[in-house]
Structures are given as C-alpha cells and as structure tokens.
C-alpha cells in the first residue's frame, strides 16, 4: 500500500512524500475501489473520489460514463484489472479516457513469469459462481454453446467475492498501456528503506503510466 502512494506521489512531484507532510492540491484524482486508509488521506489533499463498481459512487472502467471522462489528474487501479470481464483492453482504454492529459495512472495487477496473459475463461460470453458441497465452482458458457467448470477458481478478498479472471504478463500489460494511448510506463521495483518501501516480491508491483 505504501508502494502506492510512493509511484504516485513521485510522478506528481517528482519525489516521493507523505500524505500527512502534503497541503492541498487542486488536481483531482479517481481510485478503484481504493484501500479506506490511503483513500481518506488523498480526500484530505486533493480533489479526490475513491469510486465502486457495486456501490455509488459508481464507475465501470470497462465502460465509464461520459460524466467521468477527462476528469482526473490520476487514477489508482489496485488489483481491479484483474477481475474485469473480457476484452481487458476496455479497462485500460477506460483508464485512459477518465484521465486528463498529462494524467498519471497508478497500477497494480497480479502477473507471472510468462510474458502473455493467461484468460481463466476465454471466449466466454456468460459466467457463473456457484457453491457445490461447500466448495466453489465456476461455470462458463461460450458463444457456440460449449460449457466449461473450473474446479478451482482463484478469488480475491475471499470465495465468491471477486474472482480473478486473468493472470497478467508483464510485457502484456506494458503492451496494453501503449495500445491505450499512454506513455512514460514504468516499473516501480526498486526498495525504498527511507519511505518504508521493500517490495515483498517481484509479482503485482506498482506500475505507472502517463497519458499522452
């Protein structure tokens, strides 16, 4: 979390600082479901909404109402990419359209040594959870009418919650970023013992982009 806020703070001001040493800033900015701890301190500084896909306030950013478009200096994305149905490439495009120019966006997604994405469920038009005999299951359903079951699907803030949809590559997501329009990616992977920053491994570390 820390991490967070360390990639954003030093795009905006070209270092990192604390959210309790900053006074208010006029940007505004957009979280995703957004951890309530960072998310309180941001409204403090900056013009700031922390927005939900279930709850208002509402935004799907595979789709973002055109209320939202050109609205933010930054958006944080932490571990929502994830759970999006297909194509992801309407999350980073939505990502995108929210953002001002210049806008700065803050990801993280889980990603593997594989350099490609893996799609849990590809080429499936319609996707159910269910609970069999105390276990989870999910069932998909293709365009051709073919029926697919994961025995084993992975969820995220616990069973039946949010299910994880893909696992990314890391060179995918740098990909998907410039084919949306933004430039500047980079990979926040270096420690920062002074700001309290030592990434725990090297999947799902902060990546920043700016939009062109």
């Known amino acids: 979390m820390r991490s967070v806020i360390h990639a954003l703070t030093g795009r905006l001001y070209g270092a990192p600082r604390a959210l309790p040493d900053l006074g208010p800033d006029p940007r505004a900015g957009l979280g995703l479901s957004d951890w309530e701890v960072y998310a309180a301190g941001l ?26 478009h050109g609205v ?17 490439s309407a999350a980073f495009d939505g990502a995108w359209e929210v953002l001002r120019p210049g806008g700065v966006l803050i990801l993280t997604v889980p990603y593997g040594d594989d350099p490609f994405t893996r799609e849990h469920y590809p080429g499936a038009c319609d996707l159910k959870v269910l609970e069999l005999g105390g276990e989870w299951i999910v069932v998909t359903r293709a365009a051709n009418g073919g029926v697919g079951l994961d025995l084993k699907p992975v969820f995220h803030g616990g069973p039946g919650s949010t299910l994880e949809m893909r696992l990314f590559g890391l060179q995918d997501i740098f990909r998907a970023l410039e084919a949306a329009g933004f430039g500047e990616v980079q990979l926040h992977e270096a420690a920062d013992p002074e700001w309290g920053v030592f990434p725990p491994h090297s999947y799902g570390l902060p990546i920043s982009a700016v939009r062109h």
């Open 43 to 68: 409204e403090r500084v900056f013009d700031y909404r922390n927005t939900f896909y279930h709850q208002e306030p509402r935004l799907d950013i595979s789709a973002p109402d055109p209320a939202f």
């Open 72 to 88: 933010a200096d930054f958006l944080i994305s932490s571990d929502v990419f994830e759970h999006v149905a297909e194509p992801v």
